[in-house]
C-alpha cells in the first residue's frame, strides 16, 4: 500500500508541477505568458526531481508506466508489482491534471485558443506524421530509461541523495536536446491521463482531445523505455563493468 500511494503522489506532483509549468507559459495572462521552451524544460525538469525525492525512498519513483515497462522487461520487477505501479501512476496523473485546472481556472477561463488550452494537459508534434513521432518519443524515452539506469548503478557512485537531482538535470537535458518536434512526453501516463481529464473536466473554450494523436505518448515511450532497458542491461552494462573489472 505505501507504494502505491508513493507512486500516486509522485506521479501527482509530477503532472501538477510539469503540466503547470506549460500552462504557466501559455496560457493568457499569467506573469510567464511566453516565456518559451527553455522555461518549459526547466520546470518539468525540476518537477520531474522534487517528486523523485518526494516517492523515490518509498518505491524507487518510476512515475511512469514506460520506465516500469522498462524495468520489468530486465526482471527489476514483477508482472503483478508492476500493474500496481501503473495503476497508482495513471490515478495520480489524472488527479494531478485536475489539481492544474484548479490552480489555473481564471488563466484557463480567459485562454480563447483551444490548442493553448489542451497543450497545458498534453503534447502534440510539430510537424505531425505517427511513424515519426512514434520513433521521436521511443529515443527519447530510450534515453531517459538509459539515464535512470545509469544514474543509479551501483558504480558510479551517485548515490540515492543526489539521484533525483541528476533524474531532473536528465528530464532538462531531453527537453532541450530531443524535445522540440512532439513535446517529448516520454510517459504514457503524463498524456494520456491529463488528455482524458481535459476531455471530461467543463474547461471554458477547449476544443477536442486530439484522440487521433494519444496513441503517440503511450507508443512510442513504452517501445523505448523497453529497448533501452535491455540495451543498457544486456550490452551497455555488461561491457563497461568488464572494463572496470
Not at 138 to 148: D, F
Not at 236 to 242: E, G, K, S
Amino acid at each position: 500500500m505505501n507504494v502505491f500511494v508513493a507512486e500516486l503522489f509522485g506521479t501527482f506532483l509530477l503532472v501538477l508541477l510539469g503540466c503547470g509549468v506549460v500552462a504557466n507559459v501559455v496560457l493568457k495572462g499569467s506573469k510567464a505568458e511566453n516565456s518559451g521552451w527553455i522555461v518549459i524544460s526547466l520546470g518539468w525538469g525540476f518537477g520531474v526531481g522534487i517528486a523523485v525525492y518526494a516517492a523515490g525512498w518509498v518505491s524507487g519513483a518510476h512515475l511512469n508506466p514506460a520506465v516500469t515497462l522498462g524495468f520489468w522487461a530486465i526482471g527489476g520487477i514483477s508482472a503483478q508489482m508492476a500493474m500496481v505501479y501503473i495503476i497508482a501512476q495513471c490515478i495520480g496523473a489524472f488527479l494531478g491534471a485536475i489539481v492544474l485546472w484548479l490552480a489555473y481556472k481564471q488563466h484557463f477561463d480567459e485562454t480563447a485558443d483551444p490548442g493553448l488550452v489542451l497543450a497545458a494537459f498534453s503534447t502534440g508534434a510539430a510537424i505531425r506524421n505517427t511513424k515519426w513521432n512514434i520513433i521521436s518519443e521511443a529515443i527519447s524515452t530510450a534515453v531517459l530509461m538509459i539515464g535512470i539506469l545509469a544514474i543509479f548503478t551501483a558504480n558510479n557512485g551517485i548515490g540515492a541523495g543526489f539521484g533525483p537531482y541528476a533524474v531532473a538535470i536528465l528530464v532538462c537535458t531531453i527537453g532541450l536536446c530531443l524535445g522540440g518536434n512532439t513535446g517529448y512526453a516520454v510517459n504514457p501516463a503524463r498524456d494520456l491521463m491529463p488528455r482524458i481529464a481535459h476531455a471530461l473536466l467543463p474547461i471554458k473554450n477547449k476544443g477536442n482531445s486530439d484522440w487521433g494523436y494519444a496513441l503517440v505518448p503511450v507508443v512510442g515511450p513504452i517501445i523505448g523505455a523497453v529497448l533501452g532497458a535491455l540495451l543498457w542491461n544486456n550490452l551497455l552494462l555488461p561491457v563497461f563493468t568488464q572494463q572496470i573489472s
